[in-house]
């Protein structure tokens, strides 16, 4: 069985990649390579997986990569509220427009599994009641609207999708993130001792990034169609904070800047009631980036490297500097 990945060199995508070779899949990943090859540098060798570097905006490369495929697990996004507005046109291009392009692209070819990674963010700010599927969206920032857009875009087809609506992934990855709340906690309260929470009392629900993956093959599996929140647990800022805290004895600073409006606890019921829960905790996460750190796999997690808006932004202003000095240049891909 051959499945298309798109996006699968980032945060997630290394993770499934990985996890689907090993369970004997074929792997086809389309990714722009925007935050380098170094994830899936190890997978090159094996002769199950191929990558074909581009951009999903291509729907010429788009439509050669559908070829012979039995499933398409679509990851590819401008992920966050903070990367996705720094080129809003090239956020919408790819986390909307191309995203119903594939989904359409997919009924066309009577590819009949199409798996859409979508974000509870879409929920906006309703913490008096858990959460359902059923439950009113009230995206509440341009990330999550292109989201709630593209799952609309993809529920209008014939063919009925799988959309995933992850909770606030963590965990350790080839392509380690530090700009996702909980992988910044530990990493500040392993280097600095200790952590600074803005606001504290808004609710998140979180999920670990290998949850996430299996989430992904589990549904695939399954054939499982419709939508399901896929999370762990729920827990406050100020909850996930002093859970860190207790595991390695740092200090936690509540600071009231910047304080996020979203809130939202989420019922993955649906998703347990068919056989599927996740395994791995905020502990679990913590050991192990705690582990890679110690080792010296991650050196300094300020790095530009770690963060999908500190990378993404240096590059639109590399792209600025080079279009106003005159040279060949684009300011369309951040």
Not at 109 to 127: K, L, R, V
Request: hydrophobic share 40%; net charge neutral.
């Amino acid at each position: 069985m051959r499945i298309l990945v798109t996006g699968g060199a980032g945060y997630l995508g290394s993770v499934l990649s990985r996890k689907l070779l090993a369970k004997g899949y074929q792997v086809r990943l389309i990714d722009a390579l925007w935050y380098g090859k170094e994830p899936i540098e190890e997978l090159m060798p094996n002769k199950n997986f191929e990558l074909i570097q581009d951009d999903i905006r291509n729907l010429v490369v788009t439509v050669k990569a559908l070829k012979d495929v039995d499933a398409v697990i679509h990851l590819a996004s401008i992920v966050g509220m903070p990367a996705s507005n720094i080129e809003p046109k090239s956020s919408e291009e790819i986390n909307y427009l191309a995203t119903k392009n594939i989904a359409e692209l997919c009924q066309l070819h009577n590819i009949d599994t199409y798996i859409f990674a979508s974000t509870c963010s879409i929920y906006g700010s309703q913490p008096e009641t858990l959460i359902t599927e059923k439950s009113p969206t009230d995206p509440l920032d341009f990330y999550a609207k292109q989201k709630y857009l593209s799952e609309r875009a993809a529920g209008w087809l014939n063919k009925a999708p799988t959309i995933l609506r992850f909770g606030t992934l963590f965990g350790l990855s080839p392509r380690m993130r530090f700009d996702l709340v909980i992988n910044l906690f530990v990493a500040q309260a392993i280097k600095e001792g200790k952590i600074t929470v803005f606001g504290g009392n808004q609710y998140r629900s979180f999920l670990h990034v290998s949850d996430a993956s299996d989430a992904i093959i589990f549904s695939l599996e399954k054939n499982l169609t419709g939508t399901y929140n896929v999370i762990s647990e729920n827990l406050t800022m100020k909850q996930a904070a002093e859970r860190v805290s207790k595991a390695t004895g740092c200090k936690i600073d509540i600071s009231n800047e910047n304080e996020d409006k979203r809130s939202y606890r989420v019922s993955a019921e649906k998703l347990k009631q068919v056989g599927f829960e996740p395994s791995k905790t905020l502990e679990d996460a913590i050991n192990e980036i705690k582990e890679a750190i110690d080792d010296g796999q991650i050196s300094n997690y300020d790095d530009a490297k770690y963060s999908n808006y500190k990378l993404l932004f240096g590059s639109k202003k590399m792209q600025e500097k080079v279009f106003i000095q005159g040279m060949p240049g684009s300011l369309d891909v951040p």
